[in-house]
Protein backbone atom coordinates (compact mmCIF):
# COMPACT_ATOMS: atom_id res chain seq x y z
CA UNK A 1 0.00 0.00 0.00
CA UNK A 2 1.57 3.35 -1.17
CA UNK A 3 1.84 5.75 1.64
CA UNK A 4 1.08 9.57 0.39
CA UNK A 5 2.46 12.60 2.62
CA UNK A 6 1.65 15.72 1.00
CA UNK A 7 3.22 19.08 2.19
CA UNK A 8 3.87 22.84 1.37
CA UNK A 9 0.99 24.30 1.23
CA UNK A 10 0.12 27.97 2.91
CA UNK A 11 -1.19 31.23 2.43
CA UNK A 12 -0.35 33.56 -0.51
CA UNK A 13 -1.68 36.88 -2.20
CA UNK A 14 -3.15 36.69 -5.31
CA UNK A 15 -0.49 37.01 -7.78
CA UNK A 16 2.35 34.53 -5.78
CA UNK A 17 3.70 31.19 -6.12
CA UNK A 18 3.76 27.78 -4.31
CA UNK A 19 5.54 24.42 -4.68
CA UNK A 20 3.80 21.13 -3.15
CA UNK A 21 5.34 17.96 -2.73
CA UNK A 22 4.38 14.46 -2.44
CA UNK A 23 6.33 12.18 -0.59
CA UNK A 24 5.32 8.38 -1.58
CA UNK A 25 6.59 5.17 -0.10
CA UNK A 26 7.60 2.16 -1.87
CA UNK A 27 9.81 0.81 -4.25
CA UNK A 28 7.56 0.75 -6.85
CA UNK A 29 6.94 4.68 -7.51
CA UNK A 30 8.50 5.04 -10.48
CA UNK A 31 6.46 2.65 -12.50
CA UNK A 32 2.81 4.30 -11.90
CA UNK A 33 1.70 7.92 -12.89
CA UNK A 34 0.96 10.64 -10.24
CA UNK A 35 -1.77 12.86 -10.26
CA UNK A 36 -2.32 15.71 -8.27
CA UNK A 37 -6.44 17.00 -7.22
CA UNK A 38 -8.09 19.61 -5.05
CA UNK A 39 -11.25 19.95 -3.13
CA UNK A 40 -12.35 23.38 -2.53
CA UNK A 41 -14.82 23.89 0.22
CA UNK A 42 -18.19 22.96 -0.79
CA UNK A 43 -17.12 21.21 -4.13
CA UNK A 44 -16.31 17.72 -5.43
CA UNK A 45 -12.71 16.94 -5.68
CA UNK A 46 -11.27 17.76 -9.22
CA UNK A 47 -8.45 16.93 -10.86
CA UNK A 48 -5.27 19.21 -11.56
CA UNK A 49 -2.37 17.47 -13.00
CA UNK A 50 -0.89 14.38 -13.73
CA UNK A 51 2.72 13.01 -14.83
CA UNK A 52 3.55 9.76 -16.15
CA UNK A 53 6.01 7.17 -14.29
CA UNK A 54 9.01 8.63 -16.32
CA UNK A 55 7.96 12.12 -15.88
CA UNK A 56 7.91 12.19 -19.74
CA UNK A 57 4.52 13.40 -20.08
CA UNK A 58 2.41 15.97 -18.38
CA UNK A 59 -1.18 16.67 -18.12
CA UNK A 60 -3.40 19.30 -17.05
CA UNK A 61 -6.77 20.78 -16.11
CA UNK A 62 -7.67 23.96 -18.53
CA UNK A 63 -8.04 26.11 -15.38
CA UNK A 64 -4.43 25.17 -14.50
CA UNK A 65 -2.66 25.00 -17.51
CA UNK A 66 0.14 27.43 -18.43
CA UNK A 67 0.01 28.24 -14.39
CA UNK A 68 0.83 25.05 -12.93
CA UNK A 69 3.78 22.79 -13.79
CA UNK A 70 4.12 19.18 -12.17
CA UNK A 71 7.59 17.27 -11.83
CA UNK A 72 8.73 13.76 -10.16
CA UNK A 73 12.16 12.54 -8.49
CA UNK A 74 11.90 9.17 -8.71
CA UNK A 75 15.39 8.61 -6.76
CA UNK A 76 13.39 10.27 -3.84
CA UNK A 77 9.93 8.81 -4.86
CA UNK A 78 8.62 12.54 -4.73
CA UNK A 79 6.42 14.48 -7.18
CA UNK A 80 5.99 18.07 -6.53
CA UNK A 81 3.24 20.56 -8.06
CA UNK A 82 5.05 24.33 -8.74
CA UNK A 83 1.84 26.72 -9.00
CA UNK A 84 2.73 30.23 -9.89
CA UNK A 85 -0.04 33.28 -10.45
CA UNK A 86 -2.18 32.08 -8.09
CA UNK A 87 -5.73 33.25 -7.91
CA UNK A 88 -8.33 32.77 -5.16
CA UNK A 89 -10.13 30.32 -7.08
CA UNK A 90 -6.99 28.34 -6.68
CA UNK A 91 -8.04 27.84 -2.58
CA UNK A 92 -8.28 24.16 -1.64
CA UNK A 93 -7.13 21.47 0.06
CA UNK A 94 -4.48 19.78 -2.70
CA UNK A 95 -3.93 15.94 -2.57
CA UNK A 96 -1.59 13.74 -4.77
CA UNK A 97 -2.30 9.95 -5.88
CA UNK A 98 -1.42 7.54 -8.00
CA UNK A 99 -3.70 7.92 -11.38
CA UNK A 100 -4.06 5.83 -14.60
CA UNK A 101 -2.47 8.94 -16.90
CA UNK A 102 -4.98 8.57 -19.93
CA UNK A 103 -8.11 8.56 -17.64
CA UNK A 104 -7.21 10.27 -14.28
CA UNK A 105 -8.55 7.50 -12.39
CA UNK A 106 -7.09 7.30 -9.33
CA UNK A 107 -5.83 3.77 -8.57
CA UNK A 108 -6.17 3.92 -4.62
CA UNK A 109 -9.32 4.31 -2.68
CA UNK A 110 -8.01 6.35 -0.19
CA UNK A 111 -6.48 10.11 0.41
CA UNK A 112 -3.58 11.38 2.55
CA UNK A 113 -4.41 14.03 4.55
CA UNK A 114 -3.59 16.69 1.60
CA UNK A 115 -2.16 20.17 2.45
CA UNK A 116 -4.12 23.59 2.33
CA UNK A 117 -3.29 26.24 -0.04
CA UNK A 118 -5.32 29.93 0.51
CA UNK A 119 -5.29 32.52 -1.57
CA UNK A 120 -6.00 36.08 -0.72
CA UNK A 121 -6.98 38.78 -2.95
Known amino acids: QVQLVESGGGLVQAGGSLRLSCAAS????????MGWFRQAPGKEREFVAA????????GYADSVKGRFTISRDNAKNMAYLQMNSLKPEDTAVYYC??????????????WGQGTQVTVSS
Open 97 to 110: APVAFGTRMVLVDY
Open 51 to 58: ITGSGGNT
Open 26 to 33: GRTFSSYA
